[in-house]
């Protein structure tokens, strides 16, 4: 992962939407150990995730599986508090009791004894920078995170953690948790570009298929039971289901057909033939959903030159740089 000792494997696991809402403990007893046995080693989740709930459920499936804890990554992220509204002043945010507490309560909740790696869900204006690097530094040297990161931050939020970690002797962000698909690109491609060469950092990308519009499903409406058909994720759906991406979607799947592969694999493959990716992390309410993503790798040698340029045509989602 980035310039960091840790491995972790290419495809990795997420809970959020899914766990407590769609997926009970037995199937995701069953979807965590297809993902294990395929050499799945990071399993993603957060405080706010089903308010706390996607935590305890993977917590208890971890116990029951008893796998050796050396063979697997679990990580949580800080920002959100999982009281919904009810988050009371120092429930939420950035601050020193905010992360210690969040992470004492993650801790309780994935029933381990530390976090594999700890993400800032997002950035917290209102926090001195220093008040999260030395917050975070801590936990480390507490033995309580390995690796801690950031998501969805800007690149140069990110540099100015690194800037006070230099300056303290500290540890900086090792990892950045992104949005990064076929549709959504500028992050990764253009603002952290820099940052992988000189610090060094690793990404675990999160929704590789928009969140289930790049497996070709909403191509002709809104399947009953599909992420975009649950109450309250209007927003989602009114985000992704728009006409333009929609056509480039249904052209992408035709051009999948001519390759021979399911588009949902092509759109994973496309993700992690970009070096700059550590892990995609994979979401899945059904066995089979995860059995065909999983199959991502296989798909990745198919990725020519051609049949990369063929992608690009088809999506003209490449994030332009800004020119001197
Ligand atoms: N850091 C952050 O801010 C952040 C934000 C979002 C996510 N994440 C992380 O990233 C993980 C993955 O995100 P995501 O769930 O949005 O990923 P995604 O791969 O873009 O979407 C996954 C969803 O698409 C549908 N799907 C997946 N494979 C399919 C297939 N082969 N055929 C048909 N439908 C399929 C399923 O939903 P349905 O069956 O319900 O339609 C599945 O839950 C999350 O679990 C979380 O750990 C992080």
Known sequence: MGKTGLQLSVLSYGSWVTFHKQVGDALADELMGIAYDNGVNFFDNAEVYARGESEKLMGRVLKAKSWDRTSYTVSSKVFFGWRGTDNKPNQTGLSRKHITEACHEALQRLQVDYLDLYFCHRPDKTVPIEEVVWTMNTLIQQGKILYWGTSEWSGVEIMEAHRVANEYRL?????????YNLLERYKVEVDYDLIYKTVGLGTTIWSPLAAGLLTGKYNNGIPEDSRFALEGFDWLKDRWVVDDKLAKVKELT??????????????IAWCISNPNVTTAILGATKKEQLLENLKALDVLPKLTPEVLQRIEDIMQSKPARAEF
């Open 171 to 179: 540890i900086g962000p090792a990892m950045e948790q992104p949005q």
């Open 254 to 267: 035709a051009f999948a057909g001519e390759l021979g592969v399911p588009v949902s694999t092509l759109s």
